[in-house]
Each structure stands twice: as structure tokens, then as C-alpha cells.
């Protein structure tokens, strides 16, 4: 697959030094290219405004204020009326930033000390950089406050000023852009929420940072291209060849789980579907979902049968936690574990799980875990604030622990491996926060697995596989939100569009 990195500010810090020291490019060459991308994608943005613009650039006194002061002086050099306001101390000037000053000030590009804020059509952020860890507080908040209170078009130079740059979360007060211009990669604080929702809409620029030739990116995100990448039908084969996936769902008055992540395994590609689930569940499933089979016998002999015809796993949507359900999920958990045979541990399985933690013997290698903030906090011990706090770093944690594959559900959902492999997935809406949605995915990742299970060799870790089906329910879910709106939009709506996603992923 086609691999779109992600980089934390420590390593953003660590390749801009070696881009100056190792490969030899000034850090005043690397300056002006960012200061002519901003400037580039602010252009594209003024040619459709269609008015005359006034631009302020706001600067601090690192190097994200030399960044701004350059793109002041381009846009003034290309006829605009831009404008420098110094926000930091000019005691405090980093030399590079020092020098765009000076270089600003000998074009003769205005600065102003008490600007009227309301005089401004567009304002530029260039007060903090990537590495601002500490809240914004004093004169800064207030800066940044009247900045957002203006009514102008907003730009962040490489991230808004006060979104922490490894994990979105907002340092007491940040800049609210409509646009954000980084530079080399994306940063992990612009994808995930809400930083991501500060920085709208992000441009990621290449200035000349690159990776050393042979090196990878442990933190990637994938884009509509990636599902290209997701291995072909073979002509050839039958319904066993594409998979067989047996859902482990639904309870009494909860066969909705069962059908959505049923419908949904067939939809990306599984070749066959068998749901063992209560005998009340029967008849509704049977007429939801008739190309389904239905094992409701619960015994140990149906338990090994049932195992033993399928490929793929899903175990817990619906359930419920009572002594059937913890008997059921245990053994089939426990048997595919000796096996290693694929499974997707969602919903009731993972309350299950936190509550008899000596399960996590069988999630090494082969499971795939989908908990939402909610089922984290049960599993970890942790409140939701603090997972929130830093996503990816508890989704790490979580596999490096147990050796399972961890989907953090959320607006940003983290899929990270027990390596340390991490994908953040940048697809979906707020629509698909609907009940059944989760079986949904559970659905997806089973038929995703069986995908590659139907070929004959493949280098796909389980983890990829896992960011692969997440990536395509988000896509669905904005296939779903372009018919229905995200406000009515439900988890049904989203199950045509998977097959549809991949039907035009070719296109």
C-alpha cells in the first residue's frame, strides 16, 4: 500500500536537523521555501475571493515567526497589502528570524504595533511552532483571542498556535484556522480532534525534509488511492475461496448487531457468512439477511463445527456479558488463539474482556481488538480524559501489552500493532456516530482479512489489514453523508456503499 507518514514533533525536530546538518540545505533555504508554499496556497485562495485583500502576519519569535515574516514580505512583493505585526520580543529573536525581519524590513514591507483587527481580510498565524508544549496563557491567549474574534479568513503557518503538535489537544487557548499550511509531513496533532478541527482545511508542502534513503515512518495514514492496493478477485475462485466469516452475535432482542456486522462482511468481499446466535434470532435474520447461515444449536460439538468451517472470527457484537455469552466468547477466543485463526474481538467481547482480564493470553498475534473510548477505559483502567489526552501513545501501549492488533474507535480512530506500527485514519464523518456503526466495522475488518486470506502470499501485516478496513468504513460513511446528510444518516446507509467504494476504487 501506497504509505502517507505521520511524523511527532521529536522526529519533525530530528529530520529538519539532519535536512540542515547531513544533507546540507540551509535553514534560511528551508525558511523561504516555507514561507513561498504558504504563500503559494494563499494565492490559489485569493484568485476566487475576488477582493482586495489585507493581510496581517502575526509572528512570534522562533523560527514559525521567521516562516511568517517570509511569506508577509512574498505576498507584499506579489502586490498585496500584507502587513507584520511582532508578537514576540524582539529579545528573544531566533537569528533566522531576525534575518526575515531585516530582509522584510529593507523591501519596505509595513509593520504595525497596535493593529485594528477589524481592518484585516485575512490574518496569519506565526506566533508558535510545532514544539510548543506548555498552555497558552497571559498576553498570548489574549492575542490568540482576538485573532480568532476577527472576522477574517484564518491561515496557521506549519499548526495553529496552541494545538500540541503529538496529539491534537488544545493548550488553553489556540488559533482557529480555516487553512494550515505544514511543511515535509503531516504532523499527528493536525489529525487528530480537535486539533484537527483548528487547523481546517491542511496542505502538507514539501520544502526539501526527506527521510534517509532505506528508513520508515512507524505512524501513517492511508487516502482513497490506498484502496487500489487491496488485492484483486480472483477469477477463479468460489464462495470458500473468498472466506468464511462466523459472527459470534446478537443476543435476545439484539439481532441488529448480528445482521450489520454480517451484511457488512459480505459487502467487502467475504464469500460466505455464518452467524451463531440465539434461536430468537432466527427468523428476523433469516429475513434481513437470508444469504447468511444460521447456527443457533450452542453446544460444544455446534461450537467446534462452526469453528472449524470458518476462516475469520468476529466475536462479541450484541452478546450481552451474562454466563452463556462469557462460555461462548471464551472458548471460540481460547480455540483460535491455539490456532491462530483471525478474529475481531468487538463490543460485548471486549466487556467481557475487561472484566476477566486473564483472557488477554489469547489475543497475541492473531485478534484484532475495536474498542471505543468508552470499552478502552474499562480495558486500561484509565479515564476517557486521559486516553483522549493522547490517543495513539494508548493504543500503542494497549498492543504492545497484549500482542493484539488495537482499533481505537473514535472521530480519529488509531489502529496500532504490538511493533509499534501505527496507522491514524483521516476517513469519515460525524454521521457514522450511530448505533450499529461499530458492527458495522466489524463486519468490514472480517471481510478486509479475508481478502487477503483468499490469496496465496502476502507481506500485509494484520495491522494494515485492520488501518485498510477502517480506512474503507469511513469511506463509506462519506458515501453515506453525501445521500443522507450526517444527520440522518444511520449504520444501514453504510453498508451499499462499502461494496460501492470498492466497486470505484479503480476509477
Request: hydrophobic content about 40%.
Amino acid at each position: 500500500m501506497k504509505m502517507k507518514e505521520i511524523v511527532t514533533c521529536a522526529e519533525m525536530k530530528a529530520l529538519d536537523k539532519m535536512t540542515i546538518e547531513n544533507i546540507g540545505i540551509p535553514s534560511c533555504v528551508l525558511m523561504e521555501r516555507a514561507a513561498l508554499k504558504t504563500a503559494e496556497e494563499m494565492e490559489r485562495v485569493f484568485a476566487g475571493r475576488g477582493q482586495k485583500e489585507r493581510i496581517l502576519c502575526v509572528c512570534g519569535s522562533g523560527n514559525n515567526g521567521g516562516d511568517g515574516a517570509a511569506a508577509a514580505r512574498i505576498l507584499f512583493l506579489h502586490g498585496y497589502q500584507a502587513e507584520i505585526f511582532l508578537a514576540g520580543s524582539r529579545d528573544r529573536l531566533t537569528e533566522e528570524t531576525k534575518r526575515q525581519l531585516e530582509i522584510a524590513a529593507n523591501y519596505h514591507v509595513p509593520t504595525v504595533n497596535n493593529p485594528r483587527w477589524d481592518e484585516y481580510t485575512t490574518i496569519v498565524d506565526a506566533i508558535f511552532g510545532v514544539g510548543l508544549k506548555r498552555p497558552v496563557e497571559g498576553r498570548y491567549a489574549d492575542l490568540i483571542r482576538r485573532m480568532n474574534a476577527a472576522d477574517a479568513w484564518k491561515v496557521a503557518v506549519d499548526i495553529p498556535s496552541g494545538v500540541d503538535g503529538d496529539t491534537g489537544m488544545e493548550l488553553g487557548t489556540a488559533f482557529r484556522a480555516d487553512l494550515t499550511v505544514t511543511f515535509g509531513f503531516a504532523k499527528a496533532g493536525l489529525c487528530l480532534y480537535p486539533g484537527r478541527m483548528l487547523a481546517g482545511r491542511t496542505v502538507t508542502a514539501d520544502i526539501g525534509i526527506y527521510r534517509k534513503r532505506g528508513s520508515t515512518a512507524k505512524c501513517r495514514y492511508m487516502e482513497k488511492e490506498d484502496l487500489e492496493e487491496l488485492p484483486e478477485r480472483l477469477p477463479y475462485g468460489n464462495k470458500g475461496t473468498f472466506g468464511k466469516v462466523l459472527a459470534v452475535a446478537g443476543s435476545p432482542g439484539m439481532c441488529g448487531a448480528a445482521y450489520f456486522c454480517g451484511a457488512a462482511a459480505f459487502a467487502a468481499g467475504a464469500g460466505m457468512v455464518r452467524i451463531f446466535t440465539p434461536e430468537e434470532n432466527r427468523i428476523p435474520l433469516q429475513t434481513l439477511l437470508p444469504e447468511a447461515i444460521l447456527s443457533c444449536a450452542h453446544n460444544e460439538e455446534a461450537m467446534e463445527e462452526a469453528f472449524r468451517w470458518s476462516d475469520v472470527l468476529i466475536v462479541g457484537p450484541g452478546i450481552g456479558t451474562g454466563p452463556d455469552s462469557f462460555r461462548q466468547a471464551g472458548w471460540f477466543l481460547k480455540k483460535a488463539s491455539e490456532e491462530k485463526k483471525p478474529v475481531i474481538l468487538d463490543a460485548d467481547g471486549l466487556n467481557l474482556l475487561a472484566r476477566f482480564p486473564e483472557w488477554r493470553e489469547f489475543l497475541r498475534g492473531n485478534v484484532i481488538v475495536t474498542p471505543h473510548m468508552g470499552e478502552m477505559s474499562r480495558l486500561t483502567g484509565k479515564s476517557i480524559e486521559e486516553i483522549q489526552k493522547d490517543r495513539i501513545r494508548a493504543a500503542v501501549s494497549f498492543a504492545a501489552d497484549t500482542g493484539a492488533v488495537c482499533v481505537l474507535k473514535d472521530a480519529c480512530t488509531v489502529a496500532a500493532g504490538p511493533d509499534g506500527e501505527v496507522w491514524v485514519n483521516l476517513s469519515g464523518n460525524s454521521g457514522m456516530a450511530s448505533a450499529g456503526s461499530g458492527d458495522v466495522l466489524a463486519g468490514v475488518l472480517a471481510g478486509i482479512v479475508c481478502m487477503y486470506r483468499s490469496i496465496s502470499e502476502t507481506d500485509t501485516t494484520l495491522v494494515k489489514m485492520a488501518a485498510a478496513g477502517v480506512f474503507l468504513h469511513g469511506t463509506a460513511g462519506d458515501l453515506a453523508a453525501e445521500k443522507k446528510g450526517q444527520y440522518g444518516m444511520k449504520a444501514g446507509d453504510m453498508i451499499p456503499e462499502i461494496s460501492y467504494a470498492l466497486k470505484r476504487r479503480k476509477s
